[in-house]
């Protein structure tokens, strides 16, 4: 399961309607790079065939199968301070993180 704050819905929202026709969630994508092997990849997107797919307050998350395995029990955050801007994913799967904090391993 993916939970998603109040918050990361909200901004959700604000980026589908931003992009206008074409999309209509977040997709949550997890990739093979960075310095610790792993990284998350986030786009615009619509539904495709085998996603797992969470909603909060009608914002909709959309996971891969395969990247699921590596982020089940997250949780979806927004952030909107001076340094660090944009969604946040608090992945009890990471076991280590590279010093930017850019990717993970699990």
Same mark, same amino acid.
């Given at each position: 399961?993916?939970?998603?704050?109040? @918050? =990361? =819905?909200?901004r959700i929202h604000a980026a589908v309607a931003a992009q206008g026709a074409g999309a209509d969630g977040l997709r949550v994508r997890v990739l093979g790079g960075g310095c610790?092997?792993?990284?998350?990849?986030?786009?615009?997107?619509?539904? @495709?065939?085998? /996603?797992?797919?969470?909603?909060?307050?009608? =914002? @909709?998350?959309?996971? /891969? @199968?395969?990247?699921?395995?590596?982020? %089940?029990?997250?949780?979806?955050?927004?952030? /909107?301070?001076?340094? %660090?801007?944009?969604?946040?994913? /608090? %992945?009890? %799967?990471?076991?280590?993180?590279?010093?930017?904090?850019?990717?993970?391993?699990?």
């Open positions: 399961m993916i939970t998603i704050t109040d @918050r =990361a =819905a909200t610790s092997g792993l990284q998350y990849k986030l786009d615009l997107d619509c539904e @495709r065939k085998g /996603d797992k797919v969470f909603t909060h307050e009608g =914002a @909709r998350v959309y996971v /891969d @199968r395969k990247s699921y395995l590596y982020i %089940n029990g997250t949780a979806l955050d927004y952030r /909107d301070g001076l340094q %660090n801007v944009g969604f946040e994913l /608090d %992945n009890p %799967n990471v076991k280590k993180t590279c010093g930017c904090g850019e990717s993970f391993s699990v």
